[in-house]
């Protein structure tokens, strides 16, 4: 057996293979918030409350509906982005003409009023929900033992991630986004509706959320808070990336990732404040982010 | 002139303003603006710094939140529209600032305003009337010198369909040669049957260009002069102009 730095293999590819799953996680979650913040210019609070909200919508599903998880992956975040759409046109949209504090404000009391409401109905203990059965068991790689499903999780978020970039860096609809973006006024001159296009960002943005939280449900059990203690690492990751940029947010949720499992075999110690480190060195000598745009 | 130009027959026009105000915040910009534009007309509205040019053509197009009067295109009011409605109708507006977005490039500028009609220019069409673009659609918008840049603000509103421009200093801060291309534009552009509202500082270019000049000072219309009777006006747009 043959060991690097004196860490078994296994160990350390194990500790990648961790950190890709949760780069998986910050990658979608971090994206979700730049394309928001991109347009909507808010952050997003209660993005961690709408990731467990997928989560949960995928368990009731399954649980009350029996909605298999394959359809939950395309279901749910369509059913918690069309609450997002309702979020938005009822709450958000009545304060674009007030300071963007506000609708931070808003946003973090949404969090925790949903995030209070699922822990009245459903207590803390968590619940769990079984992964698919195609995707159980796992294969042997020689050098290591890789779980089918957590290479679904991460093949699926890469899909998504490079996706949705895609879309908003090489489509006309995405054009369109980068534009109003820029200059929401002019981009209204040319006869587009730019308030239902913020109104549709929102729904995808939180849609998104949603579809992190239907891959996590079979990893983590369903629980209440597990949005509220994921998102403080992926705020951490955008403030590193850069608020707006859409590659930046991608490329630092796995970045990161990977990041937070090496240290994990190197220095465990360090391990659950290496991207807060990461975050105040950046923060010192790159205040706009990695990829961030000064404005 | 005030009076007669609101007893014109608005019937006739494809755009008649009347009395129209605007406000930024609590500030009163225009006082009561009042112009025709007949259809497949030039007119310009000329005017000092701070006149209002920008404000009245941006009322017209709905893009600023408290105004009041009467914008009627075609036929149809105007004022109470939102400025996409308003696009939609078929007024196409090119902005002082010229608008181009950094994230985008300049093909994408190019292609970015939806086709509201049919009639509009084609790509090709466009980049055969302003050939300096066809080479450099695929650099970012903003790396285009600013005569470049304006020759895209032009060239993408003339794809959508919209018949009626306005056009806010189109020449301003460009050099001659460019100018020039820009008239030479306007021209072909009239002769296509385009309506055109022309905000402009450069005098002697809209002299070239242009059926009628509306001079405007504080906020009002306060004359009107055709083009074929500018030089008996030369001392009296001199004094209006403070050239
Ligand atoms: N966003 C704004 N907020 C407050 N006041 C404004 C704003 N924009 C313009 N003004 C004021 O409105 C008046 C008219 O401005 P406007 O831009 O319409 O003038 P203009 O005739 O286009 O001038 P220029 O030839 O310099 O472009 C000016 O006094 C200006 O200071
Ligand atoms: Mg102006």
């Not at chain 1, 629980?223 to 859409?246: E, H, K």
């Not at chain 2, 534009?37 to 408290?66: F, Q, S, Y």
């Not at chain 2, 552009?189 to 260009?209: D, M, P, R």
Request: with cysteine.
């Amino acid at each position: 057996m043959f060991e690097l730095l004196g860490i078994p293999p296994q160990a350390l590819f194990g500790q990648l293979l961790l950190g890709l799953i949760n780069g998986s996680f910050y990658a979608l979650l971090s994206l979700g918030l730049a394309v928001i913040f991109g347009l909507l210019n808010i952050i997003n609070f209660s993005h961690g409350a709408q990731y467990m909200m997928g989560a949960f919508v995928a368990w009731m599903g399954l649980t009350w509906l029996g909605i298999p998880y394959w359809g939950a992956l395309v279901i749910v975040p369509l059913v918690v982005g069309t609450t997002g759409v309702v979020i938005e046109r009822l709450m958000i949209s009545k304060l674009y003409h007030l300071d963007h504090l506000y609708g931070l404000l808003l946003t973090f009391g949404l969090a925790l009023i949903i995030q209070g409401l699922f822990r009245n109905g459903f207590g803390v203990s968590g619940l769990p929900y079984s992964i698919p059965s195609q995707l159980s068991g796992g294969t042997n790689l020689g050098f290591m033992f890789l779980p089918n499903y957590r290479a679904w999780v991460v093949v699926a978020s890469l899909i998504v991630c490079f996706g949705t970039w895609f879309a908003i860096e090489r489509t006309r609809l995405g054009a369109y986004l980068r534009a109003a973006t820029e200059n929401p006024t002019l981009v209204g001159a040319f006869g587009i509706n730019v308030p239902r296009m913020i109104t549709l960002t929102y729904g995808f943005g939180v849609a998104l959320a949603a579809f992190a939280g239907v891959l996590a449900a079979p990893i983590y059990s369903v629980n209440p808070n597990m949005g509220a203690d994921l998102i403080i690492v992926v705020f951490a990751v955008v403030v590193i990336g850069g608020m707006g940029s859409i590659l930046g947010a991608i490329l630092t949720g796995f970045g990161l990732g990977i990041v937070e499992g090496l240290t994990k075999v190197f220095y465990p110690e360090a391990s659950s404040v290496a991207i807060f480190v990461i975050m105040a060195i950046v923060l010192l000598f790159k205040p706009a982010g990695l990829f961030g745009r000064t404005a | 002139m005030a009076d007669a130009a609101r007893k014109l027959d608005t019937s006739s026009s494809a755009l008649a303003v009347r009395d129209l105000q605007a406000w930024y915040d609590e500030s009163h910009i225009l006082h009561g603006i009042n112009f025709d534009v007949a259809p497949g007309e030039v007119v310009t509205l000329l005017g000092r710094n701070g006149a209002g040019k920008t404000t009245t053509l941006r009322a017209i197009m709905g893009l600023i939140a408290k105004r009041a009067g009467a914008v009627q295109f075609e036929g149809r009011e105007l004022i109470a529209l939102p400025a996409r409605t308003i696009a939609r109708l078929g007024i196409a507006f090119c902005p002082e600032e010229r608008g181009i977005f950094s994230a985008l490039s300049v093909d994408e500028n190019l292609m970015l305003p939806p086709v509201i009609k049919p009639g509009g220019l084609s790509r090709d069409d466009v980049l055969t009337m302003f050939p300096n673009l066809r080479e450099r659609l695929s650099s970012q918008g903003t790396k285009l010198s600013g005569g470049e840049q304006q020759m895209l603000a032009i060239a993408r509103i003339l794809r959508t369909g919209a018949k009626f421009l306005l056009l806010d200093e189109p020449t301003e801060g460009l050099a001659p040669v460019i100018v020039q291309q820009i008239g030479r534009t306007l021209a072909t552009l009239k002769n296509q049957g385009f309506t055109i509202v022309l905000v402009e500082q450069n005098f002697h270019f809209a002299a070239s260009v242009a059926d009628r000049h509306y001079v405007v000072e504080q906020g009002r219309v306060i004359d009107m002069i055709p083009n074929t009777e500018i030089q008996t006006n030369l001392g009296k747009l001199h004094a209006y102009l403070g050239v």
